[in-house]
């Protein structure tokens, strides 16, 4: 394993332990254990950060990878990343107002949000884990430059 699949292995790992993490603490807390839903979820979030930090040095020192599959294919890939990136975004804003609204004790409206964030953490995960295996798995594919380089120009 080479550094370009390296960081993007751990990182889609982080998010599948995140998602785990999600479900276990949406199951302590049916069963009424608070203390320990709390501690889960904020190590699901811990999970969600680390992939977060780890994408993100990874696309502007390593680069991103290109799609390595067919033309005929590309479209439908670009489509489903697309959905993919704004599902996460939409997860990652829905996770943080969700984690606020429980640190500030407002948990009527947690508990509305959680189950929303929760369900679409697990979509976008599961996107996640096949972005990755279209990408490094069945259609490896280039790998352009790091951030900084096409900033800078080099």
């Known amino acids: 394993m080479d550094l370009y699949t390296l960081f993007p292995t751990i990182s889609t790992s982080f998010i ?9 603490g949406w199951a302590l807390i049916v069963q009424g254990k608070r203390d320990a ?7 699901g979030a811990i999970a969600a950060l680390l992939f977060f930090i780890i994408y993100v040095s990874r ?9 390595g ?7 439908y890939y670009q489509i489903f990343l697309i959905f993919h ?54 259609y490896p594919g280039g790998h352009t430059k790091p951030v900084w380089d096409v900033i800078l120009g080099a």
């Open 16 to 24: 599948v332990i995140s998602a785990i993490l999600v479900a276990i």
């Open 69 to 75: 599959g067919s033309d005929e294919m590309k479209i």
């Open 85 to 138: 990136i704004v599902l996460a975004t939409v997860a990652a804003v829905f996770g943080i107002t969700t984690l606020v609204l429980a640190f500030r004790e407002r948990f009527a409206k947690h508990r509305k949000w959680g189950r929303v964030t929760a369900s679409i953490w697990f979509v976008t995960a599961i996107t996640g884990v096949v972005v990755y295996v279209l990408l490094y798995i069945l």
């Open 59 to 67: 696309t502007a020192f390593v680069g991103n990878t290109s799609w």
């Open 37 to 43: 839903h709390k501690k889960v979820m904020i190590w």
